[in-house]
């Protein structure tokens, strides 16, 4: 599970293929509320720009 700037989709994409040989799914975090969880505000790669997509 990558939480990433739009910046890093496509690469937040590929390391999920490479480390779960499947598609995952892109959740935009703008239009999304999770009950039990608060995503992380900024970037899982790049750590400088704010998280926009969950892809898992």
């Known amino acids: 599970m990558?939480?990433?700037?739009?910046?890093h989709v496509e690469l937040a994409i590929d390391k999920?293929?490479?480390?779960?040989?499947d598609a995952p799914d892109i959740?935009?975090?703008k239009e999304t509320e999770f009950a039990d969880w608060d995503p992380p505000r900024?970037?899982?790669?790049?750590k400088d720009a704010t998280a926009e997509f969950l892809v898992v």
């Open 2 to 7: 990558y939480c990433v700037c739009k910046q």
């Open 16 to 21: 999920f293929v490479d480390e779960y040989e």
């Open 27 to 29: 959740v935009d975090l």
């Open 42 to 46: 900024s970037c899982d790669l790049c």
